[in-house]
């Protein structure tokens, strides 16, 4: 799902999927059209009115390539990762279901194993995201690069350079920017930086909130408190408005108020918000240091099909994974579910807007972006230490040391993996 653009307690937690997998051949997923293959599967999904669209435009393509195929979408709208544990407990679970790499490790026991070719996709990255312990869980089909967006008119006005289309400011050279583009009091104050996320400048900063297997959580690290550190001194220094002064309000509208010089949040679903904005001008750029966390979404088969209902599974997931009719479709008018994964449909989003715009730079987040381990119930865990961080530290509404605090709120999160 969608990462968060700042801190905030996650409600919601990810339960355990029942079960454990046992035996299971992997899903060979071989494309092509069966003649008179007549099964019918259904396909449960989240998202919003356009990400929706994006799905069912897939289903219906696929019913068109392979005739006699029927796909029955169910859209789930809200807690979607609830409801679907919910079907799974009770065996009424969609054939295919969309899952985040950020959600594999809880769903994994209850999806069929799969066979995914990594060359099929722009980086290797994009299908180890949907790996669990060696193992593929879900086939990959969309991918969710963040990059920067910059305000143009507020770089001439103050006289800086603008940053490369192509290569990633240091953070040493974005905290110096930041200051220089930064001025005005109150509601009329302009900010350098929208409010910064902890969790994406830590990967940015070459940290991670995981170490690689997931069995540790590393943010109380000398990496991690020095991240922390450099988002508390720019909102200090007042190059960034804080968690308290965005709350409640849309920092895309900040942007297009000409309140905020750059937005480092920007997710492909953000582009048709940015498309209606013309006045600031605007383009995009790479995120400083080694960019956000880039997620990956995919699609795991219910480990219970069987017969003509699971080879169309796999037909149905290696479809839209792979071939080109399909991730185009992850593109609706200027709204974009995610970045296409396959080389053939790289020119679908950079072609939504104009060149100067610079959509290519997803292209060049996607081919160097940066994948987390998958734990389980990994929103309750890092819900619960982004809660601490909010409360006890400056990163939030609280007043003591990150150097301090982050260390002990790790050494907690390391004990709730360990449960």
Same mark, same amino acid.
């Given at each position: ?26 899903? #060979? ?9 007549? =099964?019918?599967?259904?396909? !449960? ?6 990400? =929706? ?14 005739? *006699?195929?029927? +796909? ?14 919910? !079907? /799974? ?38 299908? @180890? =995201? ?33 940053? !490369? ?24 104050? +302009? ?15 070459? #940290? ?87 997620? +990956?979404? *995919? ?20 479809? =839209? ?9 992850? /593109? ?9 994964? /396959?080389?053939? @449909? ?23 972006? /940066? ?10 865990? @890092? ?37």
């Amino acid at each position: 799902m969608k990462q968060p653009n700042r801190l905030i307690p996650v409600v919601a937690a990810v339960l355990l999927a029942a079960g454990c997998a046992t035996g299971n051949q992997p899903a #060979g997923n071989n494309a092509g059209n069966t003649s008179g293959d007549s =099964a019918t599967i259904s396909f !449960s999904f989240w998202g919003t009115n356009s990400e =929706a669209a994006s799905l069912k435009a897939i289903a219906a393509a696929f019913e068109k390539a392979n005739p *006699g195929t029927k +796909v029955t979408t169910n859209w789930i709208q809200a807690d979607y990762e609830q409801k679907l544990q919910t !079907s /799974i407990a009770a065996g009424t679970q969609s054939t295919v279901m969309e899952i985040s790499n950020t959600s594999l490790a809880g769903f994994a026991p209850s999806f069929a194993e799969q066979t995914v070719d990594p060359g099929k996709y722009v980086q290797p990255n994009i299908s @180890s =995201a949907l790996q669990f312990q060696g193992k593929y869980y879900a086939m990959p089909f969309a991918a969710k690069p963040k990059v920067m967006a910059v305000n143009t008119d507020a770089f001439r006005a103050a006289g800086v350079p603008l940053p !490369s289309a192509t290569t990633p400011l240091t953070l040493d050279e974005f905290k110096t920017i930041a200051a220089k583009l930064s001025h005005g009091d109150g509601k009329a104050r +302009v900010y350098g930086s929208s409010n910064l996320w902890y969790r994406g400048w830590l990967t940015a900063a070459g #940290g991670g909130y995981y170490n690689a297997d997931g069995t540790e959580c590393t943010f109380g690290d000398e990496t991690g408190v020095q991240t922390a550190q450099y988002v508390v001194d720019l909102q200090k220094d007042r190059s960034a408005p804080t968690s308290v002064d965005i709350q409640g309000q849309d920092q895309a509208q900040w942007f297009a108020a000409g309140r905020l010089a750059t937005f480092s949040d920007f997710g492909p679903w953000t582009v048709a918000d940015f498309a209606k904005i013309s006045k600031p001008n605007w383009t995009l750029v790479p995120v400083p240091g080694k960019g956000f966390p880039m997620e +990956v979404d *995919g699609l795991g088969i219910a480990k219970n099909a069987s017969g003509k209902q699971l080879e169309t599974a796999k037909k149905f997931v290696e479809f =839209a994974s792979t071939q080109q009719v399909a991730q185009d479709q992850l /593109i609706q008018g200027k709204t974009a579910l995610g970045v296409p994964i /396959i080389a053939a @449909s790289t020119p679908t989003l950079e072609k939504v807007l104009p060149a100067d715009r610079n959509l290519a730079a997803f292209t060049t987040a996607l081919k160097s972006g /940066i994948v987390g381990p998958s734990v389980a119930k990994e929103a309750q865990i @890092s819900g619960d230490a982004e809660k601490g961080m909010t409360s006890y530290t400056p990163l939030g509404t609280g007043k003591d040391d990150v150097a301090k605090i982050l260390p002990q709120l790790a050494a907690k999160c390391t004990q709730s993996l360990k449960q």
